[in-house]
């Protein structure tokens, strides 16, 4: 991990294409302005793991029913 110290209004970049900019540092919370691409898809933490949880329950659903399509299949293929 890259640790970087940045005062209110200093910025970083990623690449070319993103700027992230400390606006504002209240206690304990930081604000931060970020520039990216229009394309480009931004999410808090938790709500990418919950995104990535969700993607995994439905592949795994996705697997479980080829493969019961395929016990299915192979049933009635013996016959």
Known sequence: MLILTRRPGEALYL???IRITVLGVQGKQIKLGLEVPKDMTVYREEI???VQE???LALA???????AA???W????KK
Do not use: F, I
Request: net charge negative; hydrophobic share 15%; no cysteine.
């Open 15 to 17: 690449g070319d294409d």
């Open 54 to 56: 969700q993607n995994q």
């Open 61 to 67: 659903s996705k697997d479980e029913d080829l493969l």
């Open 70 to 72: 395929t016990q299915l």
């Open 74 to 77: 192979q049933g009635t293929k």
């Open 48 to 50: 990418y793991l919950r």
